[in-house]
T-cell receptor, first 113, second 111 residues
Framework: EPEVTQTPSHQVTQMGQEVILRCVPI?????FYWYRQILGQKVEFLVS????????KSEIFDDQFSVERPDGSNFTLKIRSTKLEDSAMYFC???????????FGPGTRLTVT | KQEVTQIPAALSVPEGENLVLNCSFT??????LQWFRQDPGKGLTSLLL?????REQTSGRLNASLDKSSGRSTLYIAASQPGDSATYLC??????????FGSGTQLTVLP
């Protein structure tokens, strides 16, 4: 069964460094998402991406964040200058159509020291 | 702004029991509601999706109901097993076209 994959599973970085989190959505899906979950807190929406552009973004998704779909398979989240409070589990998700299930990847645990 | 609440926060039951998890949301103008399972340190596994026009969905031992007008959904798990132990999350997709999650119910099924 097709699934969303994410790399790396765990990333440790120093404050102020740039990180890129990578996702490979399910191949025939058209809508792509990033969410994050700070330890012990709710899963929070960051951004949605459709037709090669951002369709929605939350207040969390400020100028330090960007997303890209550089080719037909990868979907990336870049954090330009990481802060301690960016430490969280980051989940990528995708779906095939407008009003169907979202499928989530296993997550990347980002630790900013 | 949509708020999603899940009660109880934690639940412990003996194996074999039937149980109900509750989810409520403040804005009833939703497209759909999705139930997920999350194992410790892992990603989210989709269990069921209910469209706003539906009243319930079933998958195996799981049955989810939706009462959109009252802003409530329940997830019924029949004949619980230790392997069902996980955190169960509900999420609604509303006019903001994003999923808003509840805090989850942490379920422990005792052998």
């Amino acid at each position: 069964e097709p699934e969303v994959t994410q790399t790396p599973s765990h990333q440790v970085t120093q404050m102020g460094q740039e990180v890129i989190l990578r996702c490979v959505p399910i191949s025939n899906h058209l809508y792509f998402y990033w969410y994050r979950q700070i330890l012990g807190q709710k899963v929070e929406f960051l951004v949605s991406f459709y037709n090669n552009e951002i369709s929605e973004k939350s207040e969390i998704f400020d100028d330090q964040f960007s997303v890209e779909r550089p080719d037909g398979s990868n979907f990336t989240l870049k954090i330009r200058s990481t802060k301690l409070e960016d430490s969280a589990m980051y989940f990528c998700a995708s779906k095939r159509d407008f009003n169907v299930e979202q499928y989530f990847g296993p997550g990347t645990r980002l630790t900013v020291t | 702004k949509q708020e999603v609440t899940q009660i109880p926060a934690a639940l412990s039951v003996p194996e074999g029991e039937n149980l109900v998890l509750n989810c409520s949301f403040t804005d009833s103008a939703i497209y759909n509601l999705q139930w997920f399972r999350q194992d410790p340190g892992k990603g989210l596994t989709s269990l069921l999706l209910i469209q706003s026009s539906q009243r319930e969905q079933t998958s195996g031992r799981l049955n989810a109901s939706l009462d959109k007008s009252s802003g409530r959904s329940t997830l019924y798990i029949a004949a619980s097993q230790p392997g069902d132990s996980a955190t169960y999350l509900c999420a609604v997709r509303d006019s903001a076209r994003q999923l808003t999650f509840g805090s989850g119910t942490q379920l422990t099924v005792l052998p």
